[in-house]
């Protein structure tokens, strides 16, 4: 990595820690109740779901894509999950399969539409985020799927454990993210896919004439994008021991803002796993900061669009600059 690349990696990570402390700073000065330790614990919690997914969403963004079906995956994944233990009598092991299998399929069609059918990702994923939803509510008849009084005391216990269990009084879903975290920075930073991924992002045409095959790498981040939104939608529907047909909605858009409020170019070829969980972790203390201070529901909708507008405007206006320099 040449020196020129390191800073420019540097300066992207620098923003986001900078916001990521003054937020915290705010809080801690403003807000007493933000200061406990269960509070604490609490948003390490909540922040897992923004995790995973920021993280996932990094693969299509720094690839030059866009995924708006992931949260619509969150929540077929986290539906077939509960399904396939409720209804179809899977192990707690088969279950969590199926809900893997169920993001990986999603990846593989969005990718397929991107690279085969040569769809606008916009377009292609505005669809799928159609389609996905209508088809947990088609599977799950409109309704709850809950797992109580259907499955086994030891089995949702089990599946418990891994959306809001503890271990050495941290959250389990913080050891699955930060191993998650490992594994994708390594596939990132030190992988030859990783390497291909940043170089389809920058320039396209360029990975093409090298010999890259852009839509191998593309359909791969799909894949890989989507499956962590099944993991999202497993450790939620693990921590409510059902799944809402509207569980997920919504969550594509956090999901983009952590990212790009991460260091994420929505331009392609700049981001990191470690500016993903930043932002991650931004999104989830704003609205963790919102609530203790008693902001309406209606209102942190507002507040969070008006951040994302000038987060992407930023990225854009950035991306702008560095171009005519």
Known sequence: MSQKIKNMYSKRIAAPITVFLVIIALLLITTPTFRSAQNALQIMLSASIYVVLAMGISFVLICGCSDLSAGSVVGLAGCMTCIAMRDWQFSL????????????????????????????????????????????????????????????????????????????????????????????????????????????????????????????????????????AAIAGILLAGRLVSMQVNAGEGYEFEGIFATVIGGTSLAGGEGSILGALIGAFIVAILRNGLNLNGINAFWQQVILGIIIILTIWFDTYKSRRSREI
């Not at 991107?114 to 994923?125: N, S």
């Not at 259907?150 to 089995?155: H, I, L, M, Q, S």
């Not at 503890?166 to 992988?191: C, S």
């Open 93 to 228: 092991v088969g279950a969590l399969l199926v809900g893997l299998a169920t993001g990986a399929l999603c990846g593989f069609f969005n990718g397929l539409m991107v690279t085969k059918m040569h769809l606008m990702p916009f377009i292609a994923t505005l669809g799928t985020q159609w389609i996905y939803r209508g088809t947990v509510k088609l599977v799950a008849d409109g309704a709850t799927v809950s797992l109580r009084t259907f499955v086994d005391k030891e089995t949702i216990d089990a599946f418990y454990f891994i959306g809001s269990g503890r271990i050495f009084e941290i959250p389990t879903p913080v050891f699955i993210w930060a191993a998650l975290a490992a594994v994708l920075w390594f596939v990132l930073k030190k992988t030859v896919f990783g390497r291909y991924i940043y170089a389809v992002g920058s320039n396209a045409e360029a990975a093409r004439m090298s010999g890259i095959n852009i839509s191998k790498i593309t359909f791969g981040c799909y894949i890989i994008t989507d499956m962590m």
